[in-house]
Each structure stands twice: as C-alpha cells, then as structure tokens.
C-alpha cells in the first residue's frame, strides 16, 4: 500500500526535486518488498510459482520507480 500512496503524494508536489523526492521514497518501498518476498521464500508460506510471479512484478515496479526518480 505505501508504494501507490507515496507515489500519489509526491504527484501532488510543486517543485521537481519534492517529486523526485517523493518517487525515491516510494522506490525504497519497493526494495523493503524484495526483503519481504525473500523473507517469505525462506518460510515457505507461498507456492513458488505465485512467489516468482510477484517478484516478477516487483522487478517491473522498481524499474518504472528507477526511471522516475532520474
């Protein structure tokens, strides 16, 4: 949930760099996620293929979140 909202509160920022800002916050979100895939990994609470399908997505999430915060 932090992702989308960080991402909507830096859209309603004036200036590039609070934007920019915003959107790194959001990127490192993303990247605490990561942690909770592998952390999820190692108790073997989802089955593998629905695991490798959210890291699949996450990888996609913290490319688009790489490219705004340039």
């Given at each position: ?39 999820v ?13 959210g ?16």
């Open positions: 949930m932090s992702i989308p909202l960080n991402i909507g509160e830096a859209s309603g920022k004036v200036s590039p760099a609070e934007r920019l800002h915003g959107h790194a916050i959001a990127r490192g979100e993303a990247m605490e996620c990561g942690t909770i895939i592998d952390v990994r190692l108790i073997d609470v989802i089955p593998p293929d629905e695991l490798n399908e890291r699949q997505l996450l990888i996609r999430i913290v490319s688009m979140l790489s490219k705004m915060c340039r």
